[in-house]
């Protein structure tokens, strides 16, 4: 049986992890925080790979969530990524905040994913615990006393 307790914790320290890193990039320059950006999206490619190994030992139904993850993924990677390479040339003012405004956005948007993915992490759970329950009442009920 999968340790539910273990993996939410798991996913505490990362969140924890990504508060800090939000916390100092505010005070960091552009360069500190590219680098900041190229080491999250090294452990971004690091987790989508151990995703990806194991929703291929899932079977089709993971592979098909993961592509749609992984897509999404993408997505928001490369929109991070035109509006930091294009924040970067940009001296007009008004420019610099509009590409603000929407790096906020994707920032807002890909918090929300997450915490669509935390509900549907606690749905997948609960029907996990629910069905293990219901495997060991049936197994109990088969068995010689």
Request: glycine share 4%.
């Amino acid at each position: 049986m999968l340790d539910f307790d273990k993996e939410l914790d798991e996913l505490r320290v990362k969140l924890a992890d990504v508060q800090t890193s939000v916390r100092v990039a505010k005070t960091e320059t552009h360069d500190q925080i590219q680098q900041r950006i190229g080491e999250a999206q090294g452990k971004l490619d690091k987790e989508a790979k151990a995703a990806k190994a194991q929703a291929d030992q899932a079977g089709d139904q993971a592979q098909e969530q993961w592509k749609k993850v992984k897509a999404d993924a993408a997505v928001r990677i490369a929109k991070a990524k035109r509006s930091i390479d294009h924040g970067g040339d940009q001296i007009d003012a008004d420019m610099a905040e509009s590409d603000a405004e929407w790096a906020e956005s994707d920032a807002e948007d890909a918090i929300d994913f997450a915490a669509y993915a935390v509900e549907s992490a606690r749905v997948a759970i609960l029907d996990a615990i629910d069905a293990r329950a219901q495997a060991q009442q049936k197994a109990a009920a088969v068995r010689p006393a």
